[in-house]
RNA sequence: CGGGGUGUAGCGCAGUUUGGUAGCGCGCUGCGUUCGGGACGCAGAGGUCGUGGGUUCAAAUCCCGCCACCCCGACCA
C-alpha cells in the first residue's frame, strides 16, 4: 500500500515524458528513502507501528513484459540479500497487489506472534501465501446422475447451522444412510454491502459451506476498493426477498427479481450436493446440486482458511497457518498506472508504447524494530553486525589511570581504521554493571581492557555466544578490523 | 469509534476496601571503604497524592464533574 500522491506522478511523468523517452532509456529504476505518515487510529507496538515511519521505496519501468519481469527478478534477488543480511528469519509469500491492480505481488514476512498478517505454507512444498492471496485447490466436478431431485422439507426453528443439521440428524426421514450431515453439508448464503468508490452501493451474496465463515480481511481484500458494509435489519426490510436464515441460491443471482449479485466459494463446483434456504421461514431445500439446480454469477475467494486445507499446487500437502511482520513488499503493477499518467516511450520500431511498472518497499523503522525483537536473548539486545548501533563496545574496567589511558587509545586506533566504536569510559562504576550495560545494548563484540593489562592482553567477547578470547594488545587494532570486517 | 485500566518523590510502586496528618525499592547529594559480574556503611535532600468541586472535626482514601496517559477491539506497512 505505497501512496502514490500527486507528487510521484508528477515526478514519474516528467522523468519518462522529458527525460527518458526511449526504449534505450530503459529500463529505469529510481528509490527513495523518505519519512512518511500514516494516520493510525491508534498506533501501537512501538516502532512496530506509529504514525510516523521511514519507508524505502523504488520503481522500475521497462518497455515490455519481460522487462518487467527481469526488474522484478532482480529486485527480489536484492531484497533476498538484504534480508539475509539483516539476520532475519523470513518467508516470501504470495500477496495481493491490492490497491495498486497490479499482476504479481509477493511480500517478505518475519514470522512473529506479533504480526498483523496472517500467512499459510505447505507442510511438503514451498508454497507460501498470505490468507488474502491464497487461491483454494478446486475440486473435481462431481457425478450427480444418482442423487434424488431437490426437494423442500419443513425445518421449523433452524435458523443456524447448527440447529439444521441437529434436525437433519435427528429425522429419521432426512438422515443419511452412509454417514450423518455436518455443517459441511449445508450451504451457507452470507449477503453484505459493498459500497464502491462514488457511493454506488450494491448487494452481493456469497454461498459456501457452511461450517466456514465469511473471512472479512479477505473479502475486504479482494472487493478492494469497494467497502463492505453489514447487510443490516433494515436492508432486510427492503429486501423482502430474501429471508433471514433462510436465504437459498433460488433467489440469488443476477437474473433473479432481487437481483442480487451471487458469487460461490470455489469448492462449491458442480455436482455437489447442499441443504440450503427455502427462501421461506422455516423450510430448507435437500438434495439441491449445484449445475443442476442452480448456478451463480461466478466464484470468490472470501471463506476462512482452515489448518489442513490442501495445498493449492495439489501435491498432496495441507496448510499450517502463522503470523508475521511485513518486512518488505514487492509488485508488478503493469500498465494501470502509465496508462492513467500517459507513460509513454518509444520502442525499437519508433511506435510510442506504455511503460510497465513495478513497485517495491521495506520499511527500516519497523525492520529495527523486528530485528531487535527477533533477535535478542535474556540478557540484553543482540544486533546482528549489519545493522549494530556500532561494531565494538569498549569497556574500561577498574581505577588504574593506565586502564583508561589503554582503552582509549585503543578506540582511537580503531576508530582511525574506520571503525564504530562505543567506547564505556565511566569511572567509579563497578565493571559489573559495565558488563550487564554492554550485554545489554547489544553490539556484536564486546572489548574489555582491565585486569588482563597486566599481562598484555585485552579480552574480546563475541556477544550472541558469549565466547571470550584475550589478545595481546599489540595486536588487537588488527585482530578487531578482522572480527568486524569477517 | 466501542470496551477496560491507571494517575501518590526523578523512575517503578504500596497505601484507597475499613477516612486520622504519606511510605518502600531504585536513583540523587555528602563523607569513607570497595573496584572482573548489577558493592557497602553512615548522614541527607526530595511529594499542595492528575485536576475542580462536595461530604466530614478530619480526605490520597467517600461522592460528583473534568483532564491526561496506557491496554484490548475496529483500522492500518
Known amino acids: 500500500d505505497f501512496m502514490l500522491g500527486p507528487t510521484h506522478e508528477e515526478f514519474f511523468t516528467l522523468l519518462v515524458k522529458d527525460l527518458y523517452s526511449s526504449y534505450k532509456d530503459l529500463p529505469l529504476w529510481l528509490y527513495q528513502i523518505q519519512t512518511k505518515f500514516r494516520d493510525e487510529a491508534r498506533p501501537r507496538a512501538g516502532l512496530l507501528r506509529g504514525r510516523e515511519f521511514v519507508m524505502k521505496d523504488s520503481y522500475s519501468f521497462d518497455v515490455d513484459d519481460a522487462g518487467l519481469d527481469r526488474s522484478y527478478a532482480a529486485h527480489r534477488e536484492a531484497y533476498i540479500r538484504i534480508f539475509d543480511r539483516l539476520g532475519l528469519d523470513y518467508v516470501i509469500v504470495s500477496a495481493l497487489s491490492g490497491a495498486m491492480g497490479g499482476s504479481k505481488s509477493e511480500e517478505f514476512l518475519t514470522p512473529a506472534s506479533v504480526g498483523e498478517d496472517t500467512y499459510v505454507r505447505c507442510t511438503t512444498c514451498d508454497y507460501a501465501a498470505n490468507v488474502e492471496a491464497l487461491r483454494t485447490l478446486v475440486p473435481p466436478a462431481l457425478p450427480y446422475d444418482d442423487v434424488p431431485a431437490a426437494h423442500v422439507e419443513d425445518t421449523p426453528d433452524t435458523p443456524t447451522i447448527e440447529t439444521l443439521v441437529a434436525l437433519a440428524n435427528g429425522r429419521a426421514d432426512l438422515r443419511r444412510s452412509d454417514r450423518d450431515w455436518t455443517a459441511a453439508d449445508t450451504l451457507k448464503n452470507v449477503v453484505v454491502k459493498l459500497r464502491h468508490p462514488g457511493g454506488k452501493s450494491e448487494l452481493l451474496a456469497i454461498g459456501l459451506p457452511g461450517d466456514r465463515d465469511v473471512d472479512a480481511k479477505r473479502l475486504e481484500a479482494v472487493v478492494h476498493p469497494a467497502v463492505v458494509e453489514p447487510f443490516t435489519d433494515g436492508d432486510f426490510a427492503e429486501n423482502p426477498g430474501l429471508v433471514r436464515g433462510y436465504i437459498g441460491p ?21 455436482g455437489t450436493r447442499w441443504i440450503t434456504g427455502a427462501n421461506e421461514p422455516g423450510r430448507h431445500v435437500f438434495d439441491l446440486v449445484t449445475g443442476r439446480d442452480f448456478t451463480a454469477d461466478g466464484t470468490i475467494e472470501a471463506a476462512t482458511v482452515f489448518e489442513g486445507d490442501p495445498c493449492p499446487n495439489g501435491d498432496g500437502g495441507s496448510l499450517v497457518a502463522a503470523r508475521g511482520i511485513e518486512m518488505g513488499h514487492i509488485f508488478q503493477l503493469g500498465r494501470k498506472f502509465a496508462d492513467a499518467l500517459d507513460l509513454k516511450v518509444l520502442d525499437e520500431t519508433g511506435k510510442q508504447v506504455v511503460v510497465t511498472m513495478g513497485s517495491y518497499g ?101 556477544r550472541r555466544t558469549g565466547e571470550r578470547e584475550d589478545v595481546p594488545v599489540g595486536e588487537a587494532v588488527a585482530h578487531l578490523v578482522g572480527v568486524v570486517r569477517s
Request: with cysteine.
Open 250 to 270: 433460488a433467489a440469488l443471482g443476477s437474473d433473479k427479481p432481487a437481483a442480487v449479485r451471487y458469487l460461490l466459494d470455489p469448492r462449491v463446483v458442480e
Open 362 to 462: 521495506i520499511g527500516p523503522s519497523r525492520a529495527i524494530a523486528a530485528i531487535a525483537e527477533a533477535t535478542l536473548d535474556d540478557i540484553g539486545l543482540c544486533w546482528p553486525r549489519a545493522v549494530a548501533p556500532a561494531d565494538l563496545h569498549v569497556v574500561a574496567t577498574g581505577k588504574d589511570d593506565a586502564v583508561f589511558e589503554a582503552a582509549q587509545a585503543l578506540a582511537d586506533d580503531l576508530v582511525e581504521q574506520g571503525i564504530d566504536v562505543l567506547y564505556d569510559d565511566r569511572r567509579g562504576v563497578s565493571p559489573g554493571v559495565k558488563f550487564k550495560d554492554a550485554e545489554l545494548l547489544g553490539m556484536p563484540t564486546i572489548v574489555v581492557v582491565g585486569r588482563g593489562l597486566h599481562d598484555g592482553v585485552v579480552e574480546v567477547r563475541d
